[in-house]
């Protein structure tokens, strides 16, 4: 994505409420809600609130951004009351990692246990 303008997603409707989603948590820079078809009882989706298409698109700028992330993670982990018992965190990217939606975020899965890392 380095010529071409990233086009928007479902999640830039989402993030601007223009498609009616539950919205866990949102600020000047993220916003979570829950994924709509859960791999796990507890199954959110968190995002930064500018598109950038995959993890090879993110630069230096989007530190904060990204870093954010991880500490709205942690506290919707606890919200959920999922932090002792655990969670996992996934960022797929593009084809080979699974990656469906061109909007870069963060999969919090848990509730139950997640499974082994990978299933080749
Ligand atoms: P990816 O495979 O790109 O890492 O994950 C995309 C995720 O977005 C999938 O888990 C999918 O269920 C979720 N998703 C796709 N469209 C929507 C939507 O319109 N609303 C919500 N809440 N989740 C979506």
Redesign the pocket.
Known sequence: MTEQKAEET??SK?IRQE?P?ELLYQDELVTA???????AKT?I?IIPNKLIPTVNDVTQDDELALGRLFTVAKKLAAQEGIDEDGYRL???CNRH??????HI?M?LLGGQPVGPLVAL
Request: hydrophobic fraction near 40%.
């Open positions: 479902i999640f989402i498609i989603t809600f829950r994924d709509i078809s859960p791999k199954h989706l996934i960022m797929n990692g699974g990656q469906e939606v061109y975020h999969h």
